[in-house]
């Protein structure tokens, strides 16, 4: 019979070896959200891990997902319009994306992978400068960037 020592360093070893599984999230790109807001990613903002994978699903048409700022070293996406798409989290941190064809109307969305938002002051000061390029809905950019831990 193994000692309760031994009984704890064989949980830990296999909890060391064992793969973490990764999460997907699925966003859905709507013209009108389950609340009657126009034009929306849901949800539009992601708390996510490292590894996790974002799947952006068109539930109507005309809709397409293109990042606008993403961490260091994570290249930019841009879908194909009324296809899904899916992202795979590289990096920790943000990832600010847009609808173009509706970014007028607000259609913006945050992704948060990881504890910390390293490159929080390059997404705020993207985010900030899609505010003059929308006509309605602005109030996003905020809402969407008080969610983020820093």
Request: no cysteine; glycine share 6%; hydrophobic share 60%.
């Given at each position: 019979m193994l000692s309760p020592r031994h009984v704890?360093?064989?949980?830990?070893?296999?909890?060391?070896?064992?793969?973490?599984?990764?999460?997907?999230?699925?966003?859905?790109?709507?013209?009108?959200?389950?609340?009657?807001?126009?034009?929306?990613?849901?949800?539009?903002?992601v708390q996510a891990e490292v590894g996790d994978t974002v799947r952006f699903v068109p539930e109507t048409a005309g809709h397409y997902v293109r990042s606008l700022a993403t961490p260091s070293g994570v290249s930019q996406w841009n879908s194909s319009e009324d296809q899904p798409y899916t992202v795979t989290l590289e990096q920790a941190g943000l990832y600010f994306y847009i609808c173009p064809p509706h970014l007028m109307m607000g259609m913006i969305g945050l992704i948060q992978a990881g504890p910390h938002a390293a490159n929080l002051p390059a997404v705020q000061a993207s985010m900030q400068a899609q505010k003059g390029r929308m006509y309605s809905n602005t109030q996003r950019v905020d809402a969407l960037l008080q969610q983020v831990k820093p």
């Open positions: 704890l360093a064989t949980l830990m070893l296999a909890a060391a070896t064992t793969p973490a599984v990764a999460a997907e999230h699925v966003v859905r790109m709507l013209n009108i959200g389950s609340n009657g807001t126009t034009m929306v990613f849901e949800p539009a903002f």
